[in-house]
């Protein structure tokens, strides 16, 4: 057989290996404290948040529930959902310093 003819076996070519994805760029000293700044900054209006709106309201309402109105209680109740969601997303901040 001549060489080229369609009995020839010529070897595969091997395929370019895929590069490498670049290494995330690891976060200054500054740029982590930073992030912990905000977390706690936002961990801190959070506590306000309960303390103020979840734990106040309902304490004066149980003290004198004359003085009390509906527009009170929906008030305590929101800052009682709003705390832990201001906590989870100063939690969130704080998953940056992993990456």
């Known amino acids: ?8 076996s010529f070897p ?3 395929p370019e290996p895929e590069p490498e ?5 690891r976060k200054t000293e500054g740029e982590r404290e930073q992030i912990k700044l905000q977390a706690a900054y ?11 709106g979840g734990l106040s309201i ?3 309402l149980i003290f004198n529930p004359h003085a009390g109105s509906a527009a009170a209680a ?4 929101l800052c009682f959902v709003f705390s832990p969601a201001l906590h989870w997303v100063a939690r969130r901040f704080l998953r940056e ?3």
């Open 97 to 99: 310093l992993d990456r």
């Open 42 to 52: 936002v961990n801190g209006i959070a506590i306000g948040v309960f303390l103020v």
């Open 12 to 14: 595969e070519p091997e």
């Open 1 to 8: 057989m001549a060489a080229g003819e369609p009995g020839d």
């Open 21 to 25: 994805p670049a290494a995330p760029a």
């Open 74 to 77: 929906i008030v305590a109740g």
């Open 58 to 60: 309902p304490t004066s």
